[in-house]
């Protein structure tokens, strides 16, 4: 019987609750989702594997931008997953790829094996290879566990027909997770037409701040945030995402 597996991408300790109570199977844990996700601070990655109670798998993105990596920044990746572990995170979310968009599989397959026995995914870092039949190829000689993709689109419905493909040349020799832009209302027709396993998203929404004092400018070097909001995930947006894939 098909078992459909889905993880929230969680950047609040409200979050990883939220995919507690609503029945996440995992949490990917970032911060920043507005630079698409960057490591989490230690602290949260301590109180998310405590009080979620959940397989916590933690990103490892030294900043925002392409994913050509220094050498210092890869050191920096290295520090960052074996501290993780000391803090009980149970897998990694990466992706490191050449100046010619082709996959680092030398330093992939490092970190993967620094991570050993802990499971790695390859993040959308994928998406933005030369070919995707290729970098698939390339990432399950590297030993990670699966690969998060839109099908190398935008969003998760313009790229629906290609995952499907990727699903099939995958083969379950590696999981092909879908993620990017998923939203609830489109769930039950991407786990039919993808016939992917392994679901993911953030399912955030805004709520207004309880501040009562506010300014009407904003921080330096900001573009969303304004004082007067703030990004969290309401539990029952999770149970109907998990009802939808579930009952496609």
Not at 221 to 248: C, K, P, Y
Request: aromatic share 4%; charged share 25%; proline share 2%.
């Amino acid at each position: 019987m098909r078992k459909i597996v889905f993880e929230l991408c969680a950047e609040s300790i409200q979050a990883c609750l939220a995919a507690r109570e609503g029945g996440a199977d995992r949490i990917e844990l970032c911060s920043a989702l507005s630079e698409g996700g960057l490591t989490p601070s230690h602290g949260l990655i301590r109180a998310a594997v405590l009080r979620s109670e959940l397989p916590v798998h933690v990103l490892l993105r030294p900043r925002g931008g392409d994913f050509l990596y220094t050498e210092d920044e890869f050191k920096l990746m290295q520090e960052d997953l074996s501290h993780a572990r000391t803090l009980g995170a149970t897998g990694f979310v990466l992706g490191i790829l050449r100046a010619d968009g082709t996959v680092d599989v030398e330093r992939t397959r490092e970190l993967v094996e620094l991570a050993a026995p802990l499971e790695v995914t390859f993040h959308r870092a994928f998406d933005y290879t030369v070919a995707l039949e290729q970098a698939l190829e390339d990432i399950l000689g590297t030993g990670c566990r699966r690969i998060l993709t839109s099908g190398g689109e935008p969003d998760v419905l313009a790229g629906a027909g290609k995952l499907a493909q990727l699903v099939q040349q995958a083969a379950g020799r590696i999981e092909i997770a879908v993620g990017g832009g998923l939203r609830i209302k489109d769930a039950i027709a991407l786990a039919r037409s993808t016939g992917a396993n392994h679901f993911h998203g953030s399912l955030r929404s805004s709520e207004a701040s309880g501040m009562q004092h506010e300014r009407n400018w904003v921080l330096e070097e900001t573009d969303q945030f304004d004082g007067s909001s703030r990004f969290v995930v309401d539990v029952a947006d999770v149970q109907a995402m998990i009802g939808n894939l579930r009952n496609a």
